[in-house]
């Protein structure tokens, strides 16, 4: 497990070569890669500004991804939708390329004081996406 700006907690996949990148972290294996990242909000906000910023700083990430989705290079494999499990909120979507190559799927879940952007990028294949599903039921926000 690993712990994410106090915020979050997860357990990224066993084997995959761990790295820093400038948003966060990233977990490689041969043609695979798993982004980890935390955009927070300012500190020092009252209960009620610090939801409304989570909330605004939500509505921008999904913003990003339905653009990312209109891209003509993706095919949606999955829209976007809204879960809650494992006592979270989040969203999620996959794309894959047009000749079904490569595949993305993407997350943002809602935390308390900030959202966990994850994002995998692999071949498209059968399990792409449960893969993904599997990494996304290890995260746990910690309060």
């Not at 390329?97 to 959202?115: F, H, K, L, Y």
């Amino acid at each position: 497990m690993i712990k994410i700006a106090g915020a979050f907690s997860c357990a990224p996949p066993a084997g995959w070569i761990k790295s820093r990148g400038p948003a966060g972290w990233v977990y490689r294996r041969p043609g695979r890669e798993l982004v980890i990242s935390y955009r927070p909000i300012k500190a020092g906000h009252q209960p009620k500004a610090r939801a409304a910023a989570v909330e605004t700083l939500v509505k921008t990430t999904l913003r990003a991804f339905k653009n990312e989705s209109k891209n003509p290079q993706w095919l949606t494999a999955l829209p976007l939708c809204k879960v809650h499990e494992n006592n979270l909120e989040f969203w999620v979507q996959s794309l894959s390329t047009r000749d079904r190559t490569r595949g993305n799927s993407s997350a943002v879940i809602r935390g308390i004081s900030g959202v966990l952007l994850v994002r995998l990028e692999a071949p498209y294949k059968v399990d792409h996406y449960p893969h993904f599903v599997k990494f996304l039921r290890t995260v746990k926000i910690l309060i």
